[in-house]
């Protein structure tokens, strides 16, 4: 059971963390501990959940936050599909296929709703530390998350607002929607090299994780080319098991971002095209053995709704459920 509940614990900052469709942050995925890497005695898993996400507010570029105002709102109901394989003793490959649905508001009237799927994911684990022999040293892993732009970009959800007519009316005008709920995806390609120390004491386990993204540029409205600046993702979280099967994890995530550059060739800097982007997050994933084979998970996690903690991003709240399947080495 114990083996169960610590097994790999970080898929969250590689596969599992998929960015939402126009920032950069994480979710949950399934399993014990905080995702659903294979234990010691597991061969293959598939996993399956829901997501709601719903805005709470957002941290202003000098870090004051505010609330969401009326008709100002973003909700997001996510369901994916998991896939993931032991390769050889030290390797993991895991794949995850998302669809969903937003609805989004943002005042005046403006509100819409859209959905498809999203940003296909994949994620790699190398095993280079076994910390099972010693009661000080933790198991250590690299792991790589990819998310392939499979999803509807911003570029193609919102419109330009300096095309000629302003605002709201002159998105209409021009039959794009300002809202965003019709994104998707990134509308970008991402690449996350990451690091996750493990360790347990009897029913007790606890985990430290970092991550960086770097993304591929994009093009603003006006044609230019910009490029987002790597995104550090931390995180830290522990808690207990019990022989009945179930397992508590909590901890907290901060991510941080540089401003975004200008990607054009030439010699020189590139100019900033924008201000840094903070965010902090607590959290909670509580799993349980319903069979041999069978775990369900619940996971809360919630953007802290506090001036200072973020910066220049919407803060939201995230509940999900689902399940996951193993197979056994010995199968």
């Known amino acids: 059971m114990l083996a169960r509940a610590v097994s790999g614990a970080v898929l969250l900052l590689s596969l599992a963390a998929h960015p939402r469709a126009a920032h950069a942050s994480a979710c949950c995925g399934a399993g014990h501990g905080m995702a659903q890497w294979l234990a010691p005695s597991e061969r293959a898993a598939a996993s399956f959940s829901v997501r709601l996400t719903e805005q709470l507010g957002a941290w202003a570029v000098d870090g004051g936050f505010d609330a969401s105002g009326e008709g100002v709102y ?30 989004s508001g943002v005042g005046l009237g403006a509100a819409s709703s859209g959905g498809g799927p999203g940003d296909l994911g994949a994620a790699a684990r190398i095993d280079l530390i076994e910390g099972a022999a010693s009661p000080w040293i933790p198991s250590a892993a690299f792991t790589l998350g990819v998310t392939l732009p499979t999803g509807r970009g911003p570029s193609t959800g919102m419109a330009p607002l300096d095309a000629g007519v302003s605002g709201a009316t002159g998105a209409r005008v021009m039959g794009a929607d300002i809202t965003g709920a019709d994104t998707t995806g990134l509308g ?57 099967g179930a397992s ?6 901060h991510e941080r971002e540089g401003a975004p550059r200008e990607d054009e060739p030439g010699p020189g800097p590139r100019n900033p095209m924008g201000k840094e982007r903070a965010r902090t997050a607590l959290l909670a994933v509580l799993a ?17 709704p506090i001036s200072g903690i973020g910066r220049n991003e919407g803060a939201f709240a995230a509940l ?12």
């Open 74 to 103: 973003h909700r997001e109901l996510r369901a994916e599909a998991g896939w993931l394989v032991r390769a050889g003793d030290h390797l993991q490959l895991a794949v995850s296929v998302p669809m969903m649905v937003t609805w």
């Open 188 to 244: 970008v390609a991402e690449i996350r090299p990451g690091m996750v120390f493990e360790k347990s004491w009897g029913s007790f386990h606890a985990l430290l994780a970092a991550s960086i993204s770097v993304r591929t540029s994009y093009r603003l409205p006006d044609g230019d080319a910009a490029r987002s600046a790597p995104r550090v993702q931390i995180l830290a979280a522990a808690g207990p098991s019990w022989p009945s």
């Open 248 to 253: 508590l994890t909590v901890g907290a995530l």
């Open 288 to 304: 349980h053995d319903v069979g041999a084979r069978w775990t369900a998970v619940g996971n809360l996690q919630v953007d802290v």
């Open 320 to 331: 999900s459920a689902g399940l996951r399947y193993v197979w056994g080495r010995r199968d």
